[in-house]
């Protein structure tokens, strides 16, 4: 499942950066719930969190753009 794999690739990304999913959610001002949820798969980030965890993880916007979107499109 393409989701799956997305939300894999973005928790890795976030365990790498953070540690825990608790102190990924307190760094982008989420709940634990919510964290948890975009992280394990179970509901797509809006854009304004994707520009969120680009932001405070201090990402290119294209690294989290193709985990999501598969590749840039012009």
């Known amino acids: 499942m393409e989701r799956t794999r997305d939300a894999t690739q973005l928790c890795q990304l ?3 950066r953070y540690g825990t ?3 990924f959610a307190e760094a982008m001002g989420w709940d634990k719930s919510k964290a948890g949820r975009i992280l394990n ?3 797509d ?3 304004r969190d ?4 680009s932001e ?5 916007n294209d690294v989290l753009v193709c985990i999501f979107f598969g590749s840039l499109f012009t």
């Open 45 to 47: 980030p809006s854009l």
């Open 21 to 23: 999913k608790a102190k």
């Open 14 to 16: 976030a365990l790498l």
């Open 50 to 53: 994707i520009k969120t965890m």
């Open 56 to 60: 405070k993880m201090n990402l290119p």
């Open 41 to 43: 798969g179970h509901q």
